[in-house]
C-alpha cells in the first residue's frame, strides 16, 4: 500500500542511493609512486633498523613553510601511526601512506626518488607532477588547490 510513510522511506532510499553511486564515481586519488633508487634507499633503512616493510610504511606529508608556501615532510610510521583520513598507496613494494586532504588538496599526484649526486645534496627528492610552482631548491611548491589561481 502506498502510504505516505512509504513513499517517504522509497524517497529517502533513492537519495541514498543516489548518493552511494556520487561516492562511487568521485575523482581518482593523484598518484604517488617511487622509483627504484628511492624504493631501495627505503627497504635498505627498514633493513638496517631491524623493521620489515609490512610493519614500515613511508609517510609523506607537507606544511606550511619554505618560498613556494608548503614543503614536503617524509618520516617511516608504523601501523599504530595510521590515522582513519589516511590513504595506503603500494609503490614498488613500499606502503606510502599520507592523509586523504593532504593529497588531494595539497601534494597532488608525486614522484619520489632518491638523489646522491654529491655529499652536501642527497635525499629523497620530490617532483611534483603537475605544473605548478616549486622552488629551485625542490624542497617547497605550491599547493595544488591553489594552481589554478596561480598565474
Not at 4 to 13: A, D, K, S, V, W
Not at 42 to 49: D, I, L, P, T, V
Not at 53 to 77: H, M, Q, V
Request: charged content about 25%; hydrophobic content about 35%.
Amino acid at each position: 500500500m502506498w502510504t505516505p510513510q512509504f513513499l517517504n522511506t522509497r524517497i529517502h532510499n533513492f537519495f541514498y542511493l543516489e548518493s552511494s553511486r556520487v561516492m562511487k564515481t568521485e575523482k581518482p586519488l593523484p598518484s604517488v609512486f617511487l622509483t627504484e633508487r628511492a624504493a631501495q634507499v627505503f627497504k635498505e633503512s627498514c633493513e638496517a633498523e631491524g623493521s620489515t616493510l609490512e610493519d614500515t610504511f613511508l609517510r609523506i606529508g607537507a606544511r606550511p613553510g619554505g618560498c613556494s608556501g608548503w614543503k614536503y615532510e617524509l618520516e617511516s610510521n608504523t601501523s599504530e601511526d595510521i590515522g582513519p583520513n589516511d590513504v595506503q598507496i603500494l609503490s614498488r613494494e613500499v606502503s606510502v601512506i599520507v592523509d586523504r586532504e593532504a593529497l588531494t588538496e595539497i601534494l597532488g599526484p608525486l614522484k619520489i626518488d632518491f638523489s646522491d649526486k654529491n655529499m652536501v645534496e642527497q635525499g629523497f627528492v620530490f617532483e611534483q607532477l603537475t605544473t605548478g610552482h616549486q622552488c629551485g631548491c625542490g624542497e617547497s611548491f605550491t599547493p595544488v588547490k591553489d594552481l589554478n589561481t596561480v598565474k
